[in-house]
């Protein structure tokens, strides 16, 4: 018995079945979409300057393994993910990790308040459409892009994600 | 009595799964709640809605009356990707925003069909969009609907394969 319906009666509704397939079919498709597009490929360059006029070339940053996030400061679950992103750059910076903040906001006065608020402790540099359109639309905050030392990238993250599953992919990608 | 029994059980375990599991619930839930906070999308009223498939159809449909489209997010990713037709009139959640939405809209019909969207991040989260409506609802516009999309525009338009223009 299921919530007190005979199992008879769930093992007769093929109606049962088909519904399952067709929801489980759509959402496995619109699942798919932004995780398609740069998985394990080589991770487009941009060269920017950061938020304390710092030149930021990601090709520079090869051999370590990067997570590039794209953010804006009217986004709340963007701010959700950053104290934990400072975290991880204490804890796993020494270990090769290299957290990299791309905002998205249309101004940077506001981009670096909130880099002063939060005290971030990695670079921040100014997005714009091409470096979005480069990785492959940046159309929904947030959104993360793991990168290997190699410069492939090996996961992109999109929305609110399980901070703790991202955790558990980088590490194993991380100098002993 | 005992078939009738199964299949009346069979179609109520279906009607059930079918509730529990497609997207509307999820919808219905998130609009017009009690306790949204002011200002969030969650403070739009259900009537309001519409669904993407919904817009789509009504782009393409030759002979519907075209609504006045407007993008109230950021000017930065309507530049990336935007719906075609639709203009951009500034971040709701920005009192310069609600100006420039003001000025486009104030010598308008108040019955002129208005479609606001964003998709900057996730409804529950948008910060745009809750205001946007509010001003519209305020100046006197009485046919104004919300897109609803789900998760942000990338992946609730985008992505499902509906026409996107680059540009500012």
Sequence with gaps: MIMGIPQAALRSSTLVRLLLFLWLGVHAASASFAATSLLHKAAPEFVRTDL??????????????????????WCAPCQLEMPRFVAWQNQYGPHGLQIIGVSMDDDSAAASSLVKKLKLNYPVVMGNEKLGQLYGGVMGLPITFLIDSQGKVQAQYQ?????????????????? | MKTRLTWLSGTIVAVLVFVLLSPYPRVQAQFGGIGAPPGSALTIPQAQ?????????????????????????????????????????????????????????????????IVLYCGCCPWNRCPNLGPAFAKLHDMGFTNVKVLYLADNFGTDWANKGYPVEQGR
């Design chain 1, 52 to 73: 304390n006029h710092r030149r930021l070339d990601l090709r520079a940053y090869r051999g370590k393994v990067v997570l590039l996030n794209f953010w804006a400061t």
């Design chain 1, 159 to 176: 929305g609110e994600t399980d901070l703790n599953s991202i955790e558990e992919q980088f590490k194993p990608l991380l100098r002993p």
């Design chain 2, 49 to 113: 809605l519409l669904m993407p498939e919904a817009l789509q159809k009504l782009l393409i449909t030759a002979s519907a009356e075209k609504p006045l489209i407007l993008q109230v997010g950021s000017h930065m990713m309507y530049a990336e990707g935007h719906i075609p037709g639709s203009e951009y009139v500034g971040q709701g959640s920005q009192p310069a925003g609600l100006q420039q939405l003001q000025n486009r809209v104030n010598s308008l019909p108040r019955k002129k069909s």
